[in-house]
Nanobody, 121 residues
């Protein structure tokens, strides 16, 4: 069974930085796109950043230049480096990945449990 486990959330002051990590484990054959979403109460979950298996990245406009997504394919891990954080970045951040597992090889979408990021003075 495939799992995504996140870490790195917490409380940070405006202008500060945090680094989120998400490690995939289980019977993994291949991981395609990986990404980070966020959600605040009363709003839909939104894409923050994504990275393909070949390293092509995509960002939400409001985080461009502040957030950087990266992945370590050898460790089945995706990271989100968040700099110059703003109060409006406060949300629960969720890791997402499309994973082909053994023995089905069928690409399925998986989600992490979420990690809370709070930006406040």
């Amino acid at each position: 069974q495939v799992q995504l486990v996140e870490s790195g959330g917490g409380l940070v002051q405006p202008g500060g930085s945090l680094r989120l990590s998400c490690a995939a484990s289980g019977s993994i054959f291949a991981i395609n796109a990986m990404g980070w979403y966020r959600q605040v109460p009363g709003k839909e979950r939104e894409l923050v950043a994504a990275v393909t298996s070949s390293g092509i990245t995509n960002y939400k406009d409001s985080v461009k230049g502040r957030f950087t997504i990266s992945r370590d394919n050898a460790k089945n891990t995706v990271y989100l480096q968040m700099n110059s954080l703003k109060p409006e970045d406060t949300a629960v951040y969720y890791c997402n990945a499309e994973i082909q597992d053994y023995p089905s090889w069928i690409p399925l979408e998986h989600w992490g449990q979420g990690t809370l990021v709070t930006v406040s003075s």
